[in-house]
């Protein structure tokens, strides 16, 4: 397992993320997974054993249960808290009041609370707003941040799932009014899902801010268990988010490339995705999760797959984006 600096900081964690999505079970996030405490604590401790210190959650996920779950198996374990990296988000709405969601300093400063007492800790150390809040300025959002982090209760700060501009735009508050400043950003990127190379990834090179990867395998389109159809060898369907926007035709002739590899290497084409992200210079860890010990001990090989400089050349060919404006003025640019 390799550490990666994340963005402008000198803290390290691992190249894979353990992701607890499938802890609980509870409301909208059911259909992720349903782990119990027992499953919840045999993945955790696959994972530290393979080398990851770094755990990703958020209150929304499965109403509070998976910080719950993920809290209790720390201390199952009787792990030390202080050698892992902890992340939790805010956001999402966790009650049915109008100040029940969103980044407003009131919302805020209730859910850090409410996410430490879950978690059974007196820190977190990575804090991130799960998306935009259109109606909450940006100024009201950084400066609540900003004293969490002065507090102490939160060590650094990160966005998620936010446009370039809305990045740059809080970035350049924090720079010129002294604030913490975003450290990190978690976006989705795959091979069948590269649309953040365009605007973020330069943004995210240009002002060191670390890149944490979801969904790598594009909800499981890339496990490459599936065919065109949507259909697995077991008899199940690929369900989860219907509405997810991926090529599938430009997916799975990724996947038609990828499985001849994988053989070659006996390996997956779930590892070879995975190892395809952490080959990515802007990428500092890519998230995994599983309902199964079996699903986790696949992904974790992912970090022993070795490309030849012709496969990435290949894989990059058919995975990359057609050319837009101003992109292809900026690439004459160049020279």
Sequence with gaps: MKYNVLGKTGLKVSELCLGTMTFGGKGFFKVMGSLGQDSVDQLVRKAVDAGINFIDTANVYSEGMSEELTG?????????????????????????????????????????????????????????????????????????????????????????????????????????????????????????????????????????????????????????????????????????????????????????????MAEAKGATVAQLSLSWLLHQSAVTSVIIGANKIEQLEDNLHSVDIVFTAEELKALDELSKLPVEYPGWMLERSKR
């Design 72 to 260: 209790k198996a720390i201390r199952n374990l009787g792990l030390n808290r202080d050698d892992l990296i902890v992340a939790t988000k805010v956001r999402g709405a966790m009650g049915q009041g109008p100040n029940d969601q969103g980044l407003t300093r009131k919302h805020i400063m209730q859910q850090v609370e409410a996410s430490l007492k879950r978690l059974n800790t007196d820190y977190i150390d990575l804090y991130q707003i799960h998306s935009f809040d259109p109606i909450t300025p940006f100024e009201e959002t950084i400066n609540a941040l900003d004293d969490l982090v002065r507090s102490g209760k939160v060590r650094y700060i990160g966005a998620s799932n936010l446009s370039a501009w809305q990045l740059m735009k809080a970035v350049g508050y924090s720079k010129y009014q002294d604030k913490a400043k975003f450290v990190s950003m978690q976006s989705y990127y795959s091979l069948a899902g590269r649309d953040i190379e365009r605007e973020l990834v330069p943004l995210l090179d240009d002002q060191k801010i670390g890149l944490m990867v979801w969904s790598p395998l594009s909800a499981g389109l890339l496990s490459g268990k599936y065919n065109r159809n949507g259909e697995s060898e077991t008899g199940g369907r690929l369900t989860h988010f219907a509405s997810f926007p991926v090529d599938r035709e430009r997916a799975f002739n990724i996947i038609d490339v990828l499985q001849p």
